[in-house]
């Protein structure tokens, strides 16, 4: 049985719907040890057959049998296997990646192979000191003349020790002391036991081998033994695979590296739209914490407070149903992470305070709770049972001089409410001003005890109006305090309603996540720009690299490693650009909150590493996305026209 047989092969080609036949039934035997010339004219089908020996086109009529086992009905899978593990090329002009040194060309080869890096290099290293290319071993294709090239390739078709070498034209493009140092080299890969089958129009090549075969007009015209055939070698104990992720990766920083000006550049337009969405998120970030900052910096953010949720008319009309009870202060205690809930009474107008001659009517009045900081209070202290706290701008109402030296002096409170009957009563009580809060720190206020002591005074039913949730722990707890507050309802309605600056900053909050949202949107349209840009780049690269993809499958790449090729240049595209983005927002960072300190002394931009996390997310699956089209049409090429792309 020989090692590998031809059988009756047919193929033709069509233009149109007319047929032009090339081979016309081939029936030929080879073994390992042979050193096989297909000799004939150009157009004779020549080519043609060493593609179907090859495994690279499976387009034809017959059988091709390796070992006696049938290739005709092998999946694209197996024949990328076949080509990997049996079949090496070398090619006419030369074929090699122009992005990759002597080195890494042979290495190609060998990353489809499971010998560790090391013993790769050690491999390439050996096959190029072979074939004499030692000192060659860095240079770039670019940088060796003819032969040299062809070494280069003949190294790399020797690299995975594949049973089957497959020369065309081998020396076509060479001299005649190349050509002859060529031949020395194929003949002693077939003394070594291979199977050499080189595809040429020339006599003088032909006659160098063991066996010429004469092709003319896709028929076998002669089949001349010339010398006997070399011993067989041993089988091939090398296990191969296709090229692996980390491998495409190298070859496409390689190649990003090669075209570094060009890269840079396509780097630098897709940064632009992460830069400008980082940026928008790191300003809305600096924006609403300053916000938060000042308002907090006036109140407690923990503590939040809630009255009934009751109409405008309901209101006007002084109904009961503004009024909450202990059943919804037990329902508040009650809430996750809830500490104190305190009582508490607002009222506007109606409530007038005297010293002597002086008095001072109050617009608002509420009862003091910890809704207001303690650090507001400029000068003395918080109110007890009896006391009342006074804002700075009511103060300067009894001594516009120094309203400081209101505190110990004593003061008449009065307020008219309504009694059960609807009749009004007048609540009077003498206080002692207990401290002097800043004037935007609230209204003037006493506490809830000291008002009920009114009341019972004249037999009058206080009942509060809103009440202060204090929440314990950090300001993150507040919110979802706040979430199950709004959630009670009284039918479809809300029953409670959350007033004060913990609502305000919670609304303030969501508007600017609204318009930072609305903003990076905006800058987002760049990453549009940028993904078309990426996409119109990997469609060059795909044209650029169209013969080395062509090369990459006659070696055995598979059309997935093909697809991950591109989409390895789509990865580094996306990250090197999401990391340009990221140093840039942070320099502007650095200089926008430098003067942000001096002015409002608060860092105005706040770029998170959520932010950083994002655009760096964002910028790799924008690539990846505009590596789908690119990339699927890569894989889809066809090795033979690859390889014939000029």
Do not use: C, W
Not at 211 to 224: C, F, K, P
Not at 312 to 322: F, P
Request: glycine share 8%; hydrophobic share 40%.
């Amino acid at each position: 049985m020989s090692y590998l047989e031809l059988r009756d092969i047919r193929k033709s080609y069509y233009l149109g719907n007319e047929e032009f036949k090339v081979l016309k039934g081939i029936n030929l035997n080879f073994d390992r040890g042979e050193f096989v010339s297909i000799l004939g004219e150009s157009g004779g089908g020549k080519s043609t057959l060493m593609n179907i020996i090859g495994g690279l086109d499976s387009n034809y009529e017959g059988d091709v049998l390796l070992k006696g086992e049938s290739l005709r009905h092998d999946t694209a899978k197996q024949l990328d296997a076949y080509r990997r593990q049996t079949i090496g090329f070398i090619f006419q002009n030369f074929n090699l990646i122009s992005h990759l040194t002597v080195l890494q060309n042979v290495m190609v080869s060998l990353e489809m192979t499971t010998l560790s890096h090391k013993e790769q290099e050690d491999r390439a290293k050996e096959l190029l000191a072979k074939v004499g290319l030692t000192d060659h071993m860095k240079k770039f294709p670019n940088q060796l003349s003819g032969g040299q090239k062809q070494r280069v390739a003949i190294a790399r078709a020797l690299a995975s020790d594949p049973e089957i070498i497959i020369a065309d034209e081998p020396t076509g493009a060479l001299d005649s002391e190349n050509t002859k140092e060529i031949l020395q080299l194929l003949d002693e890969i077939a003394a070594d036991g291979k199977l050499v089958i080189t595809v040429t129009h020339s006599q003088t090549v032909a006659d160098y081998g063991t066996r010429i075969v004469r092709l003319a007009d896709g028929q076998i015209s002669e089949d001349t033994t010339l010398k006997p055939a070399y011993p067989a070698a041993s089988d091939n104990e090398l296990t191969t695979h296709t090229l692996r992720f980390g491998a495409t990766l190298k070859m496409a920083l390689d190649n990003m590296r090669y075209n570094f000006k060009r890269n840079l550049l396509i780097i630098i337009g897709a940064a632009i739209g992460i830069f400008s969405v980082i940026l928008m998120q790191g300003l809305g970030n600096g924006v609403q914490g300053y916000i938060n900052h000042e308002i907090y910096s006036q109140i407690n953010p923990n503590a939040v407070q809630v009255a009934k949720n009751i109409s405008a008319d309901e209101l006007a009309d002084g109904s009961n149903k503004v009024n909450l009870t202990d059943k919804d202060q037990q329902r508040f205690e009650s809430i996750k992470n809830v500490k104190d809930v305190q009582k508490g009474y607002y009222v506007q107008g109606g409530t007038r305070l005297q010293r002597g001659k002086k008095t001072a009517n109050l617009q608002i009045m509420q009862t003091y709770n910890d809704t207001i900081k303690k650090n507001s209070i400029k000068k003395g202290s918080a109110p007890k049972t009896g006391e009342i706290l006074l804002t700075k701008e009511n103060a300067q109402k009894f001594n516009k001089q120094d309203p400081n030296a209101m505190i110990g002096k004593k003061i008449v409170y009065t307020q008219t409410v309504m009694n059960s009957k609807k009749q009004p009563v007048q609540l009077k009580k003498m206080l002692k001003v207990s401290g002097i809060a800043a004037a935007n720190s609230g209204a003037t206020s006493i506490t809830y005890d000291t008002l009920n002591q009114m009341y019972d005074a004249k037999n009058v039913k206080l009942a509060p109006n809103f009440m202060t949730v204090v929440i314990k722990g950090n300001a993150k707890n507040v919110k979802p305090v706040q979430t199950q507050i709004k959630s009670y309802k009284t039918g479809k309605k809300a029953t409670y309603t959350i007033t004060g600056a913990g609502a305000i900053v919670d609304t303030l909050n969501t508007y600017i996540d609204l318009a930072v949202n609305v903003l990076a949107a905006i800058a987002g349209i760049s990453l549009l720009v940028s993904a078309i840009m990426i996409i119109v780049v990997l469609y060059i690269s795909v044209s650029e690299r169209t013969k080395e993809i062509g090369i990459l499958r006659a070696l055995g790449a598979s059309k997935g490693s093909i697809r991950n090729l591109f989409f390895s240049e789509a990865f580094f595209i996306g990250l090197f650009s999401a990391i340009l983005a990221v140093v840039l927002a942070l320099l502007i960072q650095v200089g926008a909150n430098s003067l942000s300190q001096s002015g409002i002394h608060y860092a105005i931009m706040q770029i998170s590493g959520g932010n950083i996390a994002f655009g760096v997310i964002i910028s790799i699956v924008i690539s990846l996305l505009a590596a789908l089209a690119p990339a699927g049409r890569a894989a889809r090429l066809d090795p033979i026209e690859s390889l014939s792309y000029e």
